[in-house]
């Protein structure tokens, strides 16, 4: 049966900003580096539950939407992912004990559950996972945005299982499909237009935001930002040029385009293992020192860590990016994605 620190919750994200290894520390304004906090990165808000049985954390793979906790009345437990058709296999959870539930489909949508109390009576309950926000960053003042800024954020990668973990790889997840520039290009430098052609459209894009410009067989561009779109063009300002450590560059008529956060991300070694600490920066606008970014959008491209032994940490280093006269929303999202290779 699957135990906690096992499977896909053998690495687990957590806040830094605490005073010493696991401390007290919650405040994502705070995680500014030094040590790991006990207090996990929330990717999902959880709704709903069974008597005697909490619902400690649910994995971003999950997604948001309704999923489905079922009892058997006998204290074993099974779990369906939103959007799932069937459950997985029952997991014996006794009085006092953790452990993690998967979907049958996919075992990184999983819940980790804890019982107190007798087995709850057999039953099925709708579980309603939401996305969290300012999970990670609080609200961009209007000065921030009138002006452009830059954030950084540390957060602290933690090895929970007693296996080494190998092939660890990080990327930024994209906020839609892609598409291709054959209707407009941006030029080698000033505002400009990028357009679809035929009938092609942006359904599902993000109504501003940053876009990712590779050529034709993968290479990177540049990373832009569209102060508006309609259903077939992104309107790029002069300010939204050559962001996040790239340069304007002209695009083509077969360049692939993608949506993609505001974001890179850049590792850093901890001051000792598996209890140090990293750098702790003089404020969220101070970029931390020695960090490499990277910006890629898939396994492929991402940021290739290797091995992380059993029980060691490694801290990571987001970087979110606002341009001068960033357009306002009601929400922005950013996603974070990573693989890797563990014991069955």
Known sequence: MPEIHTRADSLRVYLSGAASDGG????PAA?????????????????GGLENVSILFASGLNGSGEGALQSDGEGNLRWTAPG?????????????????????????????????????AAQTRTIVLTDVFNNLWNNVPEAESA????????LILKNESEDALSDLILWIG?????????????GGSG????????????????????????????????????????????????????????????????DLIYPVPGLRIGVEAPSAQPDGYIQ????????????SWETGITAETGLVVGSLAAGEILGLWVHRAVIAGHAAAGSVRGKLKWTFGAAA
């Open 24 to 27: 007290a520390q919650a405040s």
């Open 31 to 47: 995680a500014l580096g030094n040590y790991r906090g006990s207090t996990l990165a929330q990717w999902l808000g959880i709704l």
């Open 84 to 120: 799932g058709t069937s459950p997985g296999s029952y997991v014996a959870v006794g009085n006092g004990e953790t452990k993690i539930l998967e979907d049958r489909a996919d075992r990184g949508k999983f819940l980790v559950v804890g019982r107190s109390g007798s087995a709850p």
């Open 147 to 154: 002006a452009g800024a830059d954030a950084y954020r540390g």
């Open 174 to 186: 994209t906020l839609g499909a892609s598409k291709v520039s054959a209707g407009a290009q941006l």
């Open 191 to 254: 505002s400009g237009t990028l357009g679809l052609g035929g009938s092609n459209k942006f359904h599902g894009w993000p109504r501003s935001g940053f876009v990712r410009i590779e050529d034709s067989g993968g290479t990177l561009r540049e990373i832009a930002y569209y102060a508006s779109r309609t259903d077939t063009q992104l309107a790029v300002p002069a300010a939204g040029r050559g962001l996040l450590g790239t340069s304007a560059d002209a695009g083509a008529s077969d």
């Open 280 to 291: 702790t920066i003089a404020d969220e606008n101070t970029e931390p020192a020695g960090i």
